[in-house]
């Protein structure tokens, strides 16, 4: 079955240390994205791709990075320098002009 | 930057009733978008509606589009518990890079039996 996968469902991190997410899709989608969600409340655009090797910031991009090497897999690194990282994220895909399709997230708790 | 917004942010209904969102956008748009997630989970599209379009129906759920308002709302008829989730909307948004999606803070639906 065709979809993503994102990895793991829960990580625990101590402050200060950086930490990868990971998203893979099997959708040959082109384009690629990462959500931040806080509880309660909506999804905020964090980087998307539309293509292998480019990138582009969204609304809140500052404290993580992401690479996109391959088509299938987009992970995303919430560094020592973002200021609240505790949240869920949601990586997504989609074809041009059709509905993303989600993983279902990770949730990262920062101590 | 947030586009959709919807309201109410919570509503609670018993069984059978029916549900309705509303989502209101601010800038002109190709299509809109309703997407649900469970708790903890991914979310999951629902229904898109086109620009030229002005109602859509999939089973129980009917979504209606005033580009003219600048808003959307979606019914579910005939509630059930497990409707409970949360709904948004959503508007894609093209910029000098590519396409994204920008979302609304959604809308909370506790369906009791």
């Known amino acids: 079955d065709g979809g993503i996968t994102q990895s793991p469902k829960y990580l625990f991190r101590k402050e200060g240390q950086n930490v990868t997410l990971s998203c893979e899709q099997n959708?040959?989608?082109?384009?690629m994205y990462w959500y931040r969600q806080d509880p309660g409340q909506g999804l905020r655009l964090i980087y998307y791709?539309?293509?292998?090797?480019?990138?582009q910031k969204g609304d809140i991009a500052e404290g993580y990075s992401v690479s996109r090497e391959k088509k299938e897999s987009f992970p995303l690194t919430v560094t020592s320098a973002q200021k609240n990282p505790t949240a869920f994220y949601l990586c997504a895909s989609s074809m041009e002009g059709s509905p993303l399709h989600f993983g279902n997230g990770t949730r990262l708790t920062v101590t | 930057s947030q586009q959709g917004e919807e309201d109410p942010q919570a509503l609670s209904i018993q069984e059978g009733e029916n549900a309705t969102m509303n989502c209101s956008y601010k800038t002109s748009i190709n299509n809109l978008q309703w997407y649900r997630q469970n708790s903890g989970r991914g979310l999951v599209h629902l229904i898109l509606?086109?620009?030229?379009?002005r109602e859509k129906h999939s089973g129980r759920l009917r979504v209606t589009l005033d580009t003219s308002k600048k808003s959307s709302s979606l019914l579910i008829t005939a509630s059930r518990a497990a409707d409970t989730a949360s709904y948004f909307c959503a508007t894609p948004q093209r910029d000098n890079y590519g396409q994204n999606f920008v979302f609304g803070p959604g809308t909370r639906l506790s369906v009791l039996p």
């Open positions: 959708l040959n989608h082109d384009a």
């Open positions: 791709s539309q293509i292998v090797n480019d990138f």
């Open positions: 509606i086109r620009s030229n379009e």
